[in-house]
């Protein structure tokens, strides 16, 4: 899998750089956690509805963005979310920590959501 950072491929001498194993895992979890649910045509499914929890009241946010993670990664196999935390801040801006095992492995993903 080509590794990506900021929405771009890495560069690698005259290639791009790859990852693989549980870099691959938490790669692919954040490119659902970050694309729009829907936005891909042919991939309906695909992505996160994480973009609309700025329209909640911030009493229902948490539980909304439980709910959108388990949708968003329902598709990959091999992987238990452990827990998902949000954090808001004063602004319309929120951190989402997610914890997850894939296989033997733990892993964090982290997205600032605006």
Not at 35 to 46: L, N, V
Not at 78 to 95: F, H, K, N, R, W
Request: charged share 20%; glycine share 10%; aromatic share 6%.
């Amino acid at each position: 899998m080509l590794r990506m950072k900021n929405g771009d491929y890495v560069p690698k001498g005259s290639g791009l750089e790859t990852v693989s194993g549980s870099e691959a895992v938490l790669q692919r979890v954040l490119l659902r956690l970050t694309a729009r649910r829907g936005a891909f045509p042919f991939m309906e499914s695909f992505g996160s509805r994480l973009w609309t929890l700025g329209q909640l009241k911030a009493a229902e946010r948490q539980a909304a963005a439980e709910q959108y993670v388990a949708e968003a990664l329902a598709e990959e196999t091999g992987l238990t979310v452990d827990s998902v935390t949000l954090t808001q801040s004063g602004g319309e801006c929120a951190a989402l920590t997610v914890q997850l095992t894939a296989g033997d492995t733990a892993l964090t993903a982290e997205v600032t959501l605006q």
